[in-house]
């Protein structure tokens, strides 16, 4: 299911900064595959063994077996969320290399710095028009490569308009 949802509508997610999607994807991916693999969990920590002063090997064990087990579900969600993310990769470029495209002009809005963990992410805001309706995105904004009123040349897809490339 998760992948379904990433693939039909995580196809601009460099373009969107909406970290409450990823979020929201990578729990709902965790609690699916935790209720999955539950009944694996649940045997794991029914056989705790208790003390390790008792029972030394067999509290490593347990010990082995839950890294492992947890580990395990880590590296899954990794996996699904990548392979997930390029399929939607893959579906947005045939869109955008097909026939069934259009190029327009769009135009930087508003340039701003973004607050994120490891600093502050500088971005600008681009905005185009397609039959009477705006679609807006957040650009990376590396090396102050846009500026305020710039003209952005974009390549579109005319049956899903929010499917969009930056021509350079």
């Not at 807006?136 to 009123?149: A, C, P, S, V």
Request: with cysteine; proline share 3%.
């Amino acid at each position: 299911m998760i992948i379904v949802i990433i693939y039909f509508f995580g196809y601009n997610i460099k373009y969107n900064n909406d970290s409450i999607f990823f979020i929201l994807i990578f729990l709902s991916l965790g609690f699916s595959l935790i209720i999955l693999f539950f009944p694996i969990l649940e045997k794991i920590e029914g056989q705790n063994p208790g003390s390790f002063l008792l029972y030394p090997l067999k509290k490593i064990k347990y010990i082995i077996l839950n890294i492992f087990c947890y580990s395990f579900l880590i590296g899954l969600m990794c996996f699904i969320f990548a392979i997930s993310n390029f399929l939607s990769e893959n579906r947005k470029y045939r869109f955008l290399n097909s026939s069934n495209v259009n190029i327009t002009e769009g135009r930087i809005n508003k340039i701003d710095t973004v607050m994120i963990r490891s600093g502050k992410k500088p971005v600008a805001y681009l905005n185009y028009k397609v039959a009477k309706k705006i679609y807006d995105f957040e650009l990376l904004n590396k090396n102050r490569k846009y500026i305020l009123n710039q003209k952005v040349k974009l390549k579109y897809s005319l049956e899903h308009p929010d499917m969009f490339e930056v021509l350079e």
